[in-house]
């Protein structure tokens, strides 16, 4: 008997471990160089340089956030456009990534009598009659009315057309989205993209995490697009949607921020930081802040 309790304990031990010692995949191991420009009081200045330190990797913008914030005042940088601020308290809290066009939304499914509505062409929470997913716990539902298909292994960012009559109707079943790892007790998402036909618009999505940034599971995040940004109802709707004040310029394009690459953010039409302001940057990839250094 004392074998055994021994033994068990050892396992215990090890599997207690393994649980606290749990390295998300998600982020990135990418230091960000920051290089601060002298500022004025205009509208158009260049507020910093950014590049990577040795041994970085291409990051997708679709995954990618950056925030100058000056006397607790945040300000979004993007290739063109930001969400209005949001409500941080809502079961749906959604938000336009760096590259203009993509959606990192994280959803509050703790309540395990009650579903979370989300509507992705609204980015935000929907009700009973009127949404594109439904949450709680690990239960994710499409609504009727929606078409389908999952491409498993398929890269978000690789994703941009699809063969409509290979969707499916099929909406009463729950998802299998995710894999449940017992050797560290975390659900893990699938790596695979959900392609999504609702109202005539198709959306692509793809879950990141069953947990927030305190390690807490039941917030589920994910990207979602639409195919063709032109047609996202989110992106036409000035409620949701405006002008970024921040601008990121870059030689390279609007997928990837190469490695070797560095980039400029400059205000646009707004003095976001005048002379010698106190400007911080943060910077998020796949919703997990990411190392910085300032050269002074």
């Known amino acids: 008997m004392v074998a055994t309790a021994l033994v068990a304990t050892i396992?215990?031990?090890?599997?207690?471990?393994?649980?606290?010692?749990?390295?998300?995949?998600?982020?990135?191991?990418?230091?960000v160089t920051i290089d601060r420009s002298a500022t004025s009081n205009g509208s158009t200045d260049i507020l910093a340089t950014l590049s990577f330190q040795d041994g970085a990797e291409d990051l997708d913008w679709a995954s990618m956030m950056i925030e100058v914030v000056v006397d607790e005042e945040s300000y979004t940088c993007s290739f063109g456009s930001?969400?209005?601020?949001?409500?941080?308290e809502a079961k749906v809290i959604s938000r336009l990534s760096s590259d203009g066009v993509t959606f990192s939304t994280?959803?509050?499914?703790?309540s395990e009598d009650v579903f979370t509505y989300v509507s992705i062409p609204m980015q935000g929470e929907g009700n009973e009659s009127n949404y594109t997913i439904r949450a709680s716990k690990t239960d994710i539902f499409f609504s009727e009315g929606t078409q389908w298909i999952y491409l498993q292994g398929t890269d978000f960012r690789d994703v941009n057309t699809v063969n409509e009559s290979e969707m499916s109707n099929s909406t009463s079943d729950?998802?299998?989205?995710?894999?449940?790892?017992?050797?560290?007790?975390?659900?893990?998402?699938d790596d695979g993209t959900y392609i999504l036909s609702q109202e005539g618009v198709l959306y692509k999505m793809q879950f990141l995490s069953y947990y927030n940034e305190n390690d807490e599971s039941r917030y589920i995040s994910?990207?979602?697009?639409?195919?063709?940004?032109?047609?996202?109802?989110?992106?036409?709707?000035?409620?949701?949607?405006?002008?970024?004040?921040?601008?990121?310029?870059?030689?390279?394009?609007?997928?990837?921020?190469?490695?070797?690459?560095?980039?400029?953010?400059?205000?646009?039409?707004?003095?976001?930081?005048?002379?010698?302001?106190?400007?911080?940057?943060?910077?998020?990839?796949?919703?997990?802040?990411?190392?910085?250094?300032?050269?002074?």
């Open 174 to 189: 729950r998802l299998e989205w995710y894999t449940y790892d017992l050797a560290a007790h975390r659900i893990t998402p």
């Open 222 to 296: 994910m990207l979602t697009s639409s195919l063709t940004p032109e047609e996202h109802p989110a992106l036409l709707n000035p409620d949701l949607v405006v002008p970024s004040p921040c601008l990121i310029e870059t030689t390279g394009d609007s997928a990837q921020w190469n490695a070797s690459e560095s980039i400029t953010l400059r205000e646009q039409d707004i003095d976001i930081c005048g002379e010698n302001c106190t400007m911080n940057i943060q910077i998020t990839y796949e919703m997990v802040a990411v190392k910085t250094e300032n050269t002074s």
């Open 11 to 31: 396992v215990l031990g090890a599997w207690t471990y393994l649980v606290v010692s749990y390295d998300s995949p998600l982020g990135t191991d990418n230091i």
């Open 82 to 88: 930001q969400s209005v601020a949001v409500d941080e």
């Open 106 to 110: 994280t959803i509050d499914a703790t």
